[in-house]
């Protein structure tokens, strides 16, 4: 039996605590949808009032020089790394995760030119699915993206797979691939590794070096509080680079982009996946994010966040016996830092939590998800957000008409 | 011969003398760069810290419903498309220039499909040209970007070129391209006709419905006053939408992104060229510039604009009498809101104007840009922009050894 008083003394024990303080949250909401939207640093505001107000409306176009904009791509990029296990120069910040993602298949497919498969599992991110098929449909000849089911990853390794293509935390279920094992059996048979850490980064300790994996990508507005649609990143190892023809070939990634020539040259290094002008406020904002975890042992978050995913589950089970199916591993090693419960009216409980001040989010068609961010989830957060769960079931209120009405995005 | 008079008199009859209030431009600074990095206007810091500070911080996840960050691409792009003769969801803002060049080159490629030939121009932005150069590249099978002399466009529209691409605005040159002809005569040529506006859009009159274009993108962060590395636009004539396969398919340019369906299915309408989550963020800071054009009667500020690159280049001539060679048309009409000197050290006395806080941008190899913004140039900037510039071409100042050190970006 789990009390209040066991919370408050878990909150009290938290060597993290008060890294809350470090973000501004409304003071009457439990939001569990940091794997969705990260809340904002409170450092946050400030920073983008000085990027705008100085940098841009005072220094203007020289900031692209006194302030380094040219290279903030890579300055961030350097900054992030040691959060995924990755070396200087292997890690740039740009464009969206599905850009991204189109330029490191784009790159594996090069890398390895007599295999036409990419291979990834049926739990994979939309996304992820999408631009593989747009990439594969575009080069026709025999290019595809097979799917499996996500425990069948490894035997489907055939020698046609180009690259193995894996989101690292399962965005329903929150299930934890074995990076370094699924990495090990893909090169065993050949194949790269592209690693989605979207809901990895920031929150779970990812080593990509260490396991040696080829490519991954990963996404700036979740874990690393970049703020809404902040920009991704992408890590090359550093055996990889420097090969290949960016077929996304911008100016920015040009060996001397300021020379403006005529035809393209690939910069040498990780630069090279640049595109476009860098989007120097969000950027910005997503320094602010990088910067609060650059202070933080990954471990302790890994620590936190496994009790606090089990502290859930425990609640759940306790207040709310037999409501809900879990979605996500018992065990919470195999998990990343959600907890997803089955529903069938996922959709409603959501609304009705909501309207409660409990933030979650709905995966279609039943998955209500639970999201704890260890830099500002406290235990009695998840206290409160399971006797709220526990109100709304026993009282029916979930029912309501009004809980049913859907909107775009939950 | 013209004075200061002359240009005061300039000011205080000029309809738009008022907007430059709207933006925080340093008293003493004469920013003639415009054309690469437009102004900050008075209302973004503002807009930004309620963005930033309320819907992020605040209302969080629920924004994407609440605050509409849904649908903020193409709202933004029906507010854009007046300014480039563009119909309601024929618009939509994302990602950047580079990368939405790509997505139409695809499409037009598609929409001609036994055609296997870019045309373009040696006067075209690089970014441009690489991308066409990737695209082509990877596709393979003849597909392939030829480059003509830009007088020779209409010439070189053989039966093979599935789209022509140009710049209206040549970012060297300044000089104008004739939307309507060249579009009428790649019609003629069975070709679709493509155009940047990073040069033009908010500067110049666009009319892509009258000329009857096909497609086109532009730069949010120029004339747009969006901010550094902004998110750029793209436009899709009506009549092309609902075809082809986009490449570059991400989730937010699925039918429905948040039924998480594993098969990509494409927007029947313009959100089909969206890819990854939108940067709320960047979006929100070229929405407060877009707000101050929508006010504006872009008549007005063309007339400003070639008044005010034919009073640069008499003052030049009155002051700096055969200094520089006119890279830019003679005639305003041909121009478009920038005057090009060429000088053999033009880096060196870029970097003297800059120490006199006189901001234009150098282009290499001898091309020294002055872009005027008619919402915050005043004609006595030109004025004094003139006499600085005499000053140092008349001393001799620019061939001090400080001046000759190139750094990235100028």
């Not at 009032?49 to 100085?54: T, V, Y």
């Not at 850009?99 to 490191?104: C, D, E, V």
């Not at 593989?132 to 080069?139: I, K, N, W």
Request: glycine share 10%; aromatic share 8%; net charge negative.
């Amino acid at each position: 039996m789990i009390t209040l008083d066991d919370c408050r003394r878990a909150d009290a024990e938290d060597p993290l605590a008060g890294l809350r303080e470090q973000f501004s949250i409304p003071a009457d909401l439990i939001y569990l949808d940091g794997n969705s939207l990260g809340a904002l640093p409170a450092r946050t505001p400030g920073r983008m009032d000085d990027i705008i107000r100085r940098q841009w409306g005072t220094d203007l176009i020289r900031s692209w020089n006194t302030h380094g904009w040219v290279d903030l791509p890579q300055r961030l990029g350097d900054r992030l790394a040691p959060l995924v296990g990755a070396g200087a120069g292997e890690v740039l910040v740009a464009d969206s995760t599905s850009i991204n993602l189109f330029k490191l298949l784009d790159l594996a497919l090069q890398l390895r030119p007599k295999r036409r498969t990419i291979l990834s599992d049926t739990g994979n991110f939309p996304t992820d699915l999408y631009m593989a098929q747009g990439l594969t449909r575009f080069l026709g000849r025999g290019y595809s993206l097979r799917l499996v089911e996500e425990n069948e990853l490894g035997e489907a390794l055939s020698p046609d797979v180009a690259v193995i293509m894996v989101t690292q935390v399962n965005y329903r279920s929150g299930r934890l691939h074995d990076m370094a094992r699924l990495t090990r059996l893909a090169h065993q048979a050949g194949a790269l590794a592209l690693w989605d850490l979207s809901h990895s980064a920031g929150v779970v300790p990812v080593d990509l070096g260490g396991c040696d994996a080829d490519l991954a990508v990963g996404c700036g507005y979740k874990y690393l509080n970049g703020g809404p649609g902040a920009p991704a990143f992408l890590y090359v190892n550093q055996r990889h680079q420097g090969k290949g023809f960016p077929t996304l070939s911008g100016w920015f990634g040009h060996q001397t982009p300021f020379d403006f020539n005529l035809a393209y040259t690939p910069a040498p290094d990780i630069r090279r996946f640049l595109c476009g002008t860098p989007p120097i406020l969000s950027l910005a904002g997503l320094e602010a994010g990088l910067e609060l975890l650059s202070s933080v042992d990954m471990k302790l978050i890994r620590r936190k966040s496994m009790n606090q995913t089990d502290l859930f589950i425990h609640l759940v089970r306790q207040e709310c016996p037999d409501c809900f199916q879990l979605i996500s591993p018992e065990n919470a090693a195999e998990r990343g830092s959600q907890v997803s419960l089955g529903h069938p009216a996922g959709y409603a409980v959501v609304q009705a939590l909501i309207a409660h001040q409990v933030i979650p989010d709905f995966r279609s068609p039943d998955i209500i998800r639970f999201g704890f961010a260890p830099l500002y989830t406290r235990h009695t957060d998840i206290w409160e957000a399971g006797q709220r769960l526990s109100a709304i079931m026993r009282s029916g209120e979930w029912e309501r008409p009004e809980y049913q009405v859907r909107h775009s995005v939950t």
